[in-house]
Each structure stands twice: as C-alpha cells, then as structure tokens.
T-cell receptor, first 111, second 115 residues
Framework: QKEVEQDPGPLSVPEGAIVSLNCTYS??????FMWYRQYSRKGPELLMY????GNKEDGRFTAQVDKSSKYISLFIRDSQPSDSATYLC???????????FGQGTRLTINP | DSGVTQTPKHLITATGQRVTLRCSPR?????VYWYQQSLDQGLQFLIQ???????AKGNILERFSAQQFPDLHSELNLSSLELGDSALYFC??????????????FGPGTRLTVL
C-alpha cells in the first residue's frame, strides 16, 4: 500500500463548478501538506502549503487537513478552464528532506 | 517560471547507454532534489544535495548517481539504461536543507526516452 493515495481521475466538471480533490495517507508522522499543480509537459508548481491540521484559503483555493482522519482536501471555487491540470498532493515529515507525492488527479474544466 | 533550469529538455537514447541530466537551482537556493515521474509510479524522490553534500536518498537505483558542484548546479547520471528508465526527471530546489519546512521549486523537467 502506498503512503499517499490519490484518485488519478480523470475528473471533468463544467466551468464555474466547485471542485473537490482529496488524498488519504497512512503515515501519522506527516506534518507538512502541500498541493501542487502540474500543467502538461511542465514542472509541478506549488499551490497551497499547510502545516498540521486546519484550513487555509488563498483566493479561489482552500486546503483542508484532517490529521485525525489522515485526509486532506483541496477545493477550487468558481473553476476556470485555466485550472485544467493535474493536481498532486504532497506530504513531508518534520525535518525530512523528501516530499511524498500522491499519484495526481487529472482535472478538466469544460467551458 | 520557477527559476530552476534543467537541460536538456528531451533526451532519446538506447538501452545500455549513459546520460547526464543537468540542473541549476534558483539563485540563493542551497538544496537540490531530484525526482523521477513515471506513469505507473508517479513522482518519486531520488536524492537530495545540500551545499555540495548528499543529504538524503530515496528510491534511487545503484545505476544512478548525482553530485552537486561548488557553483551549486547538480548533475544526475544515469547509466546502463533500461527501457523502464524512460520517465520525466525533475529537479527542485529550496533554500533550506529540510524539504518539509521549506518550499521546493521545480524545474521544467527532462524527458528521457530509452529505446
């Protein structure tokens, strides 16, 4: 079983919809949680960064971490065609050097 | 643009060959990370260097090696290449030695195809 599980999709929604992306994990030592966006043939780009549990909002994006359930989410409000990309969750332990990534969810926003 | 540069963008080679991938970190970043992204395994951490010294190792094969030079650029050497080594190879950089507490910025990647 992988440390981080993420549904690869694909997920297709109409423009303006609220998108919910999720990851589950098994390692209770994870303290840092990130969401990266990756456009086709590009490198991952950091979207959201959260330490421990709680919510974080940045514009149309909201990240939630529930450590008790080992579950993290990314919500995208008023989704736009430009949001079409692969979204990767990533996690890390305190003091660790590496990020552990989920498989990535391919998202398409249809105009 | 993250500020991390990688060359070459594409590399096509044959089984058994050796290649070198190059990465220049963002100005001021001392840590360099290498990742491999394949369809079946996703994005996997390979190795990290901090200010010239190896800091952490992940699932890196013995046929692969890396180093970071005094000017902080890094090279990933892949030898005795196999078909299964075909993947995207990403370099990332950060200021601090600890990847969890510091943002990692990714380069555009090198697409390796082994025929």
């Amino acid at each position: 079983q992988k440390e981080v599980e993420q549904d690869p999709g694909p997920l297709s929604v109409p423009e303006g919809a609220i998108v919910s992306l999720n990851c589950t994990y098994s390692n209770s030592a994870f303290q840092y949680f990130m969401w990266y966006r990756q456009y086709s043939r590009k490198g991952p780009e950091l979207l959201m960064y959260t330490y421990s549990s709680g919510n974080k909002e940045d514009g149309r994006f909201t990240a939630q971490v529930d450590k008790s359930s080992k579950y993290i989410s990314l919500f995208i409000r008023d989704s736009q065609p430009s949001d079409s990309a692969t979204y990767l969750c990533a996690m890390s332990e305190q003091g660790a050097q590496k990020l552990v990534f989920g498989q990535g969810t391919r998202l398409t926003i249809n105009p | 643009d993250s500020g991390v540069t990688q060359t070459p963008k594409h590399l096509i080679t044959a089984t058994g060959q050796r290649v070198t991938l190059r990465c220049s970190p963002r100005s001021g970043d001392l840590s360099v990370y290498w990742y491999q992204q394949s369809l079946d395994q996703g994005l996997q951490f390979l190795i990290q260097y901090y200010n010239g010294e190896e800091r952490a190792k992940g699932n890196i094969l013995e046929r692969f090696s890396a180093q970071q030079f005094p000017d902080l650029h890094s090279e990933l050497n892949l030898s005795s290449l196999e078909l299964g080594d075909s993947a995207l190879y990403f370099c990332a950089s950060s200021v601090a030695p600890s990847g969890g507490t510091d943002t990692q910025y990714f380069g555009p990647g090198t697409r390796l195809t082994v025929l």
